[in-house]
């Protein structure tokens, strides 16, 4: 069975500071994957998407990049946070586009 | 470009009863469309899909969906709704298969009261 890790699970930072969030999935060689943000109580908003190693697409312009090193992890990262940046971040992967399988998410908290 | 709304933002009923959610799209092309559920908290979970076919697709929990082309709809629904299904649930529209882009509604909050 695939499972999909996302880690920190949450984080406080301050202004300009950097960050890095991870995401691992196991159990599924090639899949495609996604960074999604969540405001608070909003709906989700795609960030990136990778459809193999080194590849990485971007959907939005957030200050952020991502990253995938490896076939099972993608990385989203800033040199310097913003307040706007607060929200929940959801790692997802797929085999098609429409059936995501999401993690647990990283609720990050920007000071 | 895609676009999908969900007109109702939060949906109240009783344990047992029935439940529809709304949800409709616009793009004049195929269009794949799928449903997630979302507990307080926590990441989404798949429920089910629909592309071409049978219009009324099963899902995980009970949870049943109608596409109505005439309409540009995606109805979900489920017969007797149950505490644990109390969370917020979101519509999603892609134009492909092929792993880019999933756009989702805004969510509506369903609350299951005993």
């Known amino acids: 069975a695939q499972t999909i890790h996302q880690w920190p699970v949450a984080e406080i930072k301050a202004v300009g500071s950097p960050l890095s969030l991870g995401c691992t999935i196991k159990?599924?060689?090639?899949?495609?994957l996604y960074w999604y943000w969540q405001a608070t109580g909003g709906t989700l908003q795609q960030l990136f998407y990778?459809?193999?190693?080194?590849?990485v697409e971007s959907v939005v312009q957030l200050n952020l990049s991502a990253s995938r090193p490896k076939d099972d992890q993608f990385i989203l990262s800033t040199e310097k946070l913003l307040l706007s940046h607060s929200g929940f971040y959801l790692c997802?992967?797929?085999?098609?586009?429409?059936?995501?399988?999401f993690g647990p998410g990283t609720r990050l908290t920007v000071l | 470009t895609q676009t999908v709304s969900q007109s109702d933002a939060h949906v109240t009923v009783f344990e047992g009863d029935s439940v529809e959610l709304r949800c409709n799209y616009s793009?004049?092309?195929?269009?794949?469309l799928s449903w997630y559920i979302q507990h307080h908290g926590h990441g989404l979970q798949f429920l089910l899909k629909?592309?071409?076919?049978?219009?009324v697709v099963q899902g995980v929990n009970g949870f049943e969906a109608e596409f109505s082309k005439s309409d540009s709809s995606f109805h979900l629904r489920k017969a007797s709704v149950h505490w644990s299904d109390s969370a917020v649930y979101f519509c999603?529209?892609?134009?492909?298969?092929?792993?880019?882009?999933?756009?989702f509604g805004i969510g509506t909050r369903v609350l299951v009261r005993p």
């Open positions: 629909y592309y071409s076919g049978n219009p």
């Open positions: 999603a529209v892609s134009l492909n298969s092929a792993g880019n882009k999933l756009t």
């Open positions: 990778s459809i193999t190693v080194g590849q």
């Open positions: 793009y004049g092309g195929s269009i794949y």
């Open positions: 159990g599924k060689s090639s899949p495609n």
């Open positions: 997802a992967w797929s085999q098609v586009t429409y059936e995501q399988y």
